[in-house]
Antibody, heavy 121, light 108 residues
Framework: EVQLVESGGGLVKPGGSLRLSCATS????????MNWVRQAPGKGLEWVSF????????FYADSVKGRFTISRDNAKNSLFLQIDSLRAEDTAVYYC??????????????WGQGTLLTVSS | EIVLTQSPGTLSLSPGERATLSCRAS???????LAWYQQKPGQAPRLLIY???SRATGIPDRFSGSGSGTDFTLTISRLEPEDFAVYYC?????????FGQGTKVEIK
């Protein structure tokens, strides 16, 4: 069974930093691209970042470029998102989501349960 | 980026009725790269349909997708109590991948 479990969310002040993690199991993590998708409270879904299976390809939404850094550790079956210079508008549930491919950007076939990040003073 | 507009915003129906949800793209979606997701309150989204009309693993056949170009439809043939939720379309033919704003299917 595919499982994605996010952690690391919490309450952070504007301008602060945080690192989100996603622990995975039930599939060959090193073979698949991974993503972060976020959802602000009461709002829709927004794709945030993509990393290919070997970390060769990395992409970000314009709204987070320069502040967010995605990475992965294939030996530990884990995905990460380093978030710096936090803004109030970054407040959201952050989902770890798996791509069905190792290289290209497709749909999201499995999702974690999400971790809530709240940016407030 | 491609903007996806879903309609209606809310659909009020009774169990057993047919639901028809629309997703319109601002540009042609390349290679039928359109997916649909279901999200219930407090839960993560779940993949229903990919490639416009292919059902994901374990998705019942009352869910079907159709369309091409800029106009796409998700149809739920007979609503079950567990189908009342928010539904999102998503395109993955162009970067960045984008979602529609969602359609809420509520019990009438």
């Amino acid at each position: 069974e595919v499982q994605l479990v996010e952690s690391g969310g919490g309450l952070v002040k504007p301008g602060g930093s945080l690192r989100l993690s996603c622990a995975t199991s039930g599939f060959n993590f090193r073979d698949y691209s991974m993503n972060w998708v976020r959802q602000a409270p009461g709002k829709g879904l927004e794709w945030v970042s993509f990393i290919s299976s070997t970390s060769k390809y990395i992409f970000y939404a314009d709204s987070v470029k320069g502040r967010f850094t995605i990475s992965r550790d294939n030996a530990k079956n884990s995905l990460f998102l380093q978030i710096d210079s936090l803004r109030a508008e970054d407040t959201a549930v952050y989902y770890c989501a798996k791509d069905p491919s190792g290289t290209y950007q497709y749909y999201f076939d499995y999702w974690g349960q999400g971790t809530l990040l709240t940016v407030s003073s | 980026e491609i903007v996806l507009t879903q309609s209606p915003g809310t659909l009020s129906l009774s169990p057993g009725e047919r639901a028809t949800l629309s997703c319109r793209a601002s540009e042609i979606v390349i290679s039928t790269y359109l997916a649909w997701y279901q999200q219930k309150p407090g839960q993560a989204p779940r993949l229903l349909i990919y490639g416009v009309s292919s059902r994901a693993t374990g998705i019942p056949d009352r869910f079907s997708g159709s369309g091409s170009g800029t106009d796409f439809t998700l149809t739920i043939s007979r609503l079950e109590p567990e189908d009342f939720a928010v539904y999102y379309c998503q395109q993955y033919g162009s970067s960045p991948r984008t979602f529609g704003q969602g359609t809420k299917v509520e019990i009438k």
